[in-house]
Every structure is written in structure tokens, then in C-alpha cells.
């Protein structure tokens, strides 16, 4: 028994270090082939796998291009479409590992020509999964503050509509949230504390959808609350008029 044990845990040993052989070896055909390529033709051969969706096989060579050449635009170009390589997946690993590098990018290359594109995909990478206004909004804040930076700071981009655009949505869920919340307030008669949400509503978000019905609320709720202090009022009178006599 002890003798197979041994025998087997060889041949995974075996197995193993043949495997990494094979890997470091493709590796270092890859590298040599690159290294007799000029670096346009990389990137270009990097583009093309983008296109036919190899993503892995795109950011290896986007990798090296920005590797090898960090300061060159082409580099800076290369180390963008290596955060794309990372978007194109919407899932959340894939998604979190390209907002780090947009970030990355808008932070270390604050005069890049392409600094509005790394920050309208930090927008795109909290907002590409389905937002709702019932839930976490903390990617929604962060979308924003995004979006909103790429419109304050390059209101001439190509891509300040989509990020404007992009907002508009967003603080449509902002001001959703207010609404339930306020509706809930209101349907347990928490008037002042509906009031309030309903009044935010109007003061941040103008455009909402519900706008109309965020106003008609507010008048309802005056109402009741006007009703009630008349009420009191009436009752301190009559109080007021019984201690006397």
C-alpha cells in the first residue's frame, strides 16, 4: 500500500514539473517570438484577439506592449485595453480586477488624452450589473462620482453624453429609493418622516419620473398635518376654557 502511495504521488511529481516545463517553455517561445516584433504589430495582434474575443490571449500581449514600453503612448493605450480585456467579462471577479486598473490608469496618467475614457468605464464597471434601488447603493454613489468627475473635468469629451446619459438613470434609482422609503413612511402614517424624503425628492432629483406624484404626496401630507394642528390647537382651547371656568 505504502509502495502505490509512493508510486503515485512520483507520477504526480513527474506530471507536474512536465507541465510547468511545457508552460514556461510556450512562455518563453511567446517572448521570443514578440521580442523580433515591432510594437505596433503587437498591439495590433493583440487587437485582433480582443475582436475575436480571446480575452487571455488579448491581455498577454497588451501586457507586454505596456510592460515594454510603460511610457510610450502606445503603452498607455495597451495598459487600458488590458482593463478592457477584464470588462468584457460581467461578472463581479472580472469587473472589480478592471475598475482597479481604470482607477489605476486616471490616477498615475493624469494628462493621458484617454484619461475620460478610464473614467467613464470606472462608471461602467459599477453600473454594468443591474442596479435597483431597494438594494446596496453604495455602486450607484460610486457610479455617479465617476460620471459626474468625467463631466466636470472634460465637459467637451466624446463621451460626456453617455456618461450624462448614464447619470440621468442613476439618479433615477437614487430618487426611487427616496420614494420607498417615504411610501413606506407614509403608509405608517410617519408623516414628518415622509415629508422630509419627499422633499429631498424635490430638491435633488427635479427629473424624477414620480415627480408629479412626489408633489401631489407632499400636498396630501400637509393636509393631515395642518388637520392635525388644528386639532390640537382646538383641544388646548378646550382645555384651556375648562381650567378658566
Not at 185 to 214: F, H, M, S
Amino acid at each position: 500500500m505504502n509502495r502505490s502511495i509512493a508510486l503515485a504521488l512520483a507520477l504526480l511529481s513527474v506530471l507536474f514539473t512536465l507541465s510547468c516545463s511545457s508552460k514556461a517553455s510556450k512562455e518563453e517561445r511567446l517572448l521570443e517570438e514578440l521580442s523580433n516584433l515591432d510594437k505596433t504589430t503587437i498591439f495590433d495582434r493583440a487587437e485582433g484577439l480582443y475582436q475575436e474575443k480571446k480575452y487571455p490571449d488579448a491581455r498577454q500581449l497588451f501586457s507586454f506592449v505596456y510592460d515594454s514600453f510603460p511610457n510610450d503612448p502606445l503603452g498607455h493605450k495597451a495598459a487600458l485595453r488590458v482593463a478592457d480585456t477584464y470588462a468584457a467579462k460581467n461578472d463581479v471577479t472580472n469587473l472589480t480586477e478592471a475598475r482597479l486598473r481604470y482607477r489605476d490608469f486616471a490616477n498615475r496618467y493624469p494628462n493621458d488624452p484617454d484619461r475620460d475614457y478610464a473614467l467613464l468605464m470606472v462608471g461602467h464597471t459599477f453600473s454594468a450589473r443591474k442596479l435597483k434601488a431597494d438594494r446596496d447603493l453604495s455602486p450607484i454613489r460610486e457610479a455617479l462620482d465617476a460620471y459626474r468627475q468625467l463631466a466636470n473635468l472634460y465637459p467637451n469629451s466624446r463621451y460626456a453624453t453617455e456618461a450624462g446619459d448614464r447619470m440621468g438613470g442613476l439618479e433615477e434609482l437614487l430618487a426611487e429609493h427616496e420614494w420607498l422609503v417615504a411610501s413606506y413612511y407614509y403608509r405608517n402614517k410617519r408623516w414628518i418622516g415622509a415629508k422630509w424624503r419627499l422633499e429631498y425628492i424635490q430638491e435633488n432629483y427635479p427629473d424624477y419620473t414620480k415627480i408629479a406624484a412626489v408633489n401631489d404626496r407632499i400636498s396630501a401630507i400637509q393636509s393631515k398635518l395642518d388637520e392635525a394642528e388644528a386639532r390640537y390647537k382646538k383641544l388646548v382651547e378646550e382645555r384651556t376654557k375648562k381650567i378658566e371656568d
